[in-house]
């Protein structure tokens, strides 16, 4: 078995902390376009999270593009490392446009963004109600394809331990290194 180069601690845990905001925001935006009587309480949490997600993505946007990443296992050939490399950058743009877009939305509909119940974000967007369609229309197929990509993910991830047997999950994990 070969050695596996990890990622350093900082950038595994902004991974996983991105990973669990963006999992709860899309929970809760799918769970609340559905939902009547939790709505307000939900658009709440929804922006909160939307925020902090465009907060987390922007430092770990800085750590990743300051720092080299580690080498990827040989069982990844040129047009693979293409692949990621070129996937790695739309997971990155989806995850910032997203939460702008979810921003602007909001401000188009005549509202501020409002983060833990008190701190009213200023409008990033005129108020408009055509503009309003357009954006909200377009966060949610940035939501979908944010899913889709993220499936694509981690089913590349998975198929590279589980079928290739090169332990790429242990890249991105905690806990003690299996040589």
Known sequence: MTRVDRYPVRTR???WLTAVLV???LFIGFAMVNSLGGYGALVG???TLGVLILLVVVIRA????????????????????????GSEIGLYALMLAQPLVGWAMVSAGGRHVVVFDWLALPRIAPFDA??????????SVFAYLLVAAIAAHVSAVL?????????????????ARRE
Do not use: I, K
């Open 45 to 47: 949490v929804h922006m």
């Open 130 to 139: 055509d503009l309003y369609f357009v954006l909200r229309q377009a966060h």
């Open 23 to 25: 999992f709860s925001a």
């Open 159 to 175: 198929l590279h331990t589980l079928t290739l047997g090169d332990r790429m999950l242990s890249r991105m994990t905690f806990g």
């Open 62 to 85: 800085a750590n990743r593009f300051t720092h080299r990443t580690p080498r990827l296992p040989d069982t990844v050939g040129s047009v693979e490392h293409l692949l990621v490399v």
């Open 13 to 15: 845990v902004l991974h």
